[in-house]
């Protein structure tokens, strides 16, 4: 099993930026890859980005595409979201989940879940 932990959410004006990490400890060795979701009040999880753990290579929902960045570092087993251009439509609680392979975008490809960081972003 792996554990993971989030930071780095808060409060941010429209057209900041927030940087978000992930730690994982425990068994990360299995893990192929690694993203980060979001979920809105009322609304289902969503999918936002994700890396290959080896390759490094990245995936984004359109939503955020050119504007959030994936990126890890495998010495510290540890994900970041580096998030620009923030408007309201992100305003979600934040998580990081761990994944063996499957559909990048689904929920359900994933068996490790942090407890979620909170982004705020007041227009």
């Known amino acids: 099993q792996v554990q993971l932990q989030e930071s780095g959410g808060g409060l941010v004006q429209a057209g900041g930026s927030l940087r978000l990490s992930c730690a994982a400890s425990?068994?990360?060795?299995?893990?192929?890859?690694m993203a980060w979701f979001r979920q809105a009040p009322g609304k289902e999880r969503q999918f936002v980005a994700r890396i290959r753990w080896n390759s490094g290579s990245t995936y984004y929902a359109d939503s955020v595409k050119g504007r959030f960045t994936i990126s890890r570092d495998n010495a510290k087993n540890t994900v970041y979201l580096q998030m620009n251009s923030l408007n309201s439509e992100d305003t979600a609680v934040y998580y990081c989940a761990t994944s063996q392979g499957g559909d990048p975008t689904s929920r359900w490809s994933y068996s490790s879940w942090g407890q979620g960081t909170q982004v705020t972003v007041s227009s």
């Open positions: 425990g068994r990360t060795f299995s893990t192929y890859a």
